[in-house]
């Protein structure tokens, strides 16, 4: 007998991957066959904590898009206009491809009247095998820049599920990659924290679970309560939590070192035996899915307005500090709402579209809001389809599905699968396959106390963020034209995919937010080749500097080896939890050491807007 356990969380840093690992390891000690999966394929953490013998490694490729061949192209722009992606630009007599924007959907190849695509195996990963005691370990490595891919690349490890019990480690959020990894699972468990931030990205994941038909179980870790806000949500949800753990910095510091909790700090191993037992039992019977409450878009626009949502604004662009992170949870949006207030009046953009928390501390009013689209949903039309499947023999998501009745063939859309590239609507002869704009998100513009806001919020289980993301960008320039400030901050997203790149693109300075762990270093490693690859001058703060000072002094020597800058360091520091729950940065909240630290990074970074 098989059981998937997927291990999710509504944004990085809730420790998602500190319960797997030890979820893991004490199911293991039971004698229990254990599988580890980690599907955070553009930040896994897993092999860090369980140090597998990998012994064996394999690219993963795929067949695709490289450019046009000049001799047999016309530049008809019509592979430009089919793609959903922005990933192609067709000017006078030369096609550009822009291979970070791709999601080799085929689109481009489907439409070219003169069969003028190249296309050729691209590497988007690389996957690894190996054994972890008596734990079997896989896991992937994103290709840098390569975002687009994560679901594909998530596929490929699940390929790898055996007989037993399946760890899944989810990427953190609501997105495509999300989706993948936990729609087939038999028990979705949600980590959260119960602080404003966790409390609010908890109610995204949770809605993103039923909507594809999960009811979850919530673990809580680092669990100080300040107030009842957390248990009132789950209480009125009905949401059943499996697990607790204590905020204990002997926790952090034992984590930070990349040790199991169960080995290192054996008063901690009934309670993850016990939560242990509790998640297989749970995940043994059949739950029923409770019915969202809440659409995740409004009603107030019935159709979208391309022309208000596309355009975009020519004249001079503001300078741009973009503050990201290798995974969420660094304190990414506290720097940022703290950077804003010490501004005093500063262009103010929020592109963590998947799990947008900047809003929480800086209480926008809204100016103007509008719904985004970045791809299409696509419907067969059963009495119009013939059943030649060639929109199944086109899709390159397995999107499209085959049932057979009666000896006859039906084909249907499965949208959890589908990410609106139109294909299947492209290449139908029959004209069977209906399109429309698909909803994915809204968009706002915004008045806050330290300046006008751009921000976003993406649909639940949607895709296309990066495009969001750039709209987002789009409208910011837009407010610096209306204030005439030029000088801007932006709370980018987690992580290398997607929404990173475009949250990169076009800035001016990068400032990245890592925490002394071992999967801080990896993971900041992962995001330095980001920053390197697309030429961004960057610097990084380390956060809680003072839980490890051994890993910290690593940090230093690896932000040399990339020839980016040390801009200081923030000590630990629970004040930062207070001040989110009055909605104030914490340099508006209190004097002290961390605060101080804080202006002194801002002096740092200011004159890169200046430049």
Known sequence: MSLQIAVSSGKGGTGKTFIATNIAAVLAEKGEPVHYLDCDVEEPNGHLFLNPLIHEQEDVTLLSPVGADEEKCIFCGKCAEACHYNAITVIENKVLFFKELCHVCGACQAVCPVDAIVEENRKIGVLKHGKSSSISFHYALLETAEGGMSPRLVKKVKEHAGEGINILDSPPGTTCPVVETIKDADLCVLVTDPTPFGIHDLKLAVDMSREIGKEPVVVVNRADYKNDA?????????????????????????????DLVVEKLPKYKKLFEEMADEIIKKSRQKRVVKKRKDKDITDMEQKIDKEKQDRTFSGRKPK????????????????????????????????????????????PKIKERGTFSGSVLAEIDQEKCTACGRCKQECRFSAVEEKISEGKSSFFIDQLACEGCGVCHLVCEDNAVKIEDAFNGEWFLSETRHGPMSHARLGIAEENSGRLVTLVRNKLNQLGQESSLSEAVIDGSPGTGC????????SDYALIVTEPTVSGVHDLSRILDVTAHFGIPSGVVVNKYDINLEMTEKIKTLIRDYNAEYMGKIPYDRSITDAQMQGLSVVEYTESPMTEAIKNIWTKVKPYLSI
């Open 320 to 363: 741009e500090l973009v503050v990201i992170s290798g995974k969420g949870g660094t304190g990414k949006t506290s720097l940022v709402a703290s950077f804003t207030a010490l501004a005093g009046r500063i262009l103010i953009a929020d592109c963590d579209v998947d799990a947008a928390d900047l809003h929480l501390i800086l209480k």
């Open 499 to 506: 929404p990173v790149i475009s949250s990169l693109t076009g």
């Open 230 to 258: 957390l248990q009132k949500y789950l209480k009125e949800e009905k949401i059943e939590v499996v697990g607790e753990i204590p905020d204990d910095r002997s926790i952090a510091e034992t984590y930070s070192r990349g």
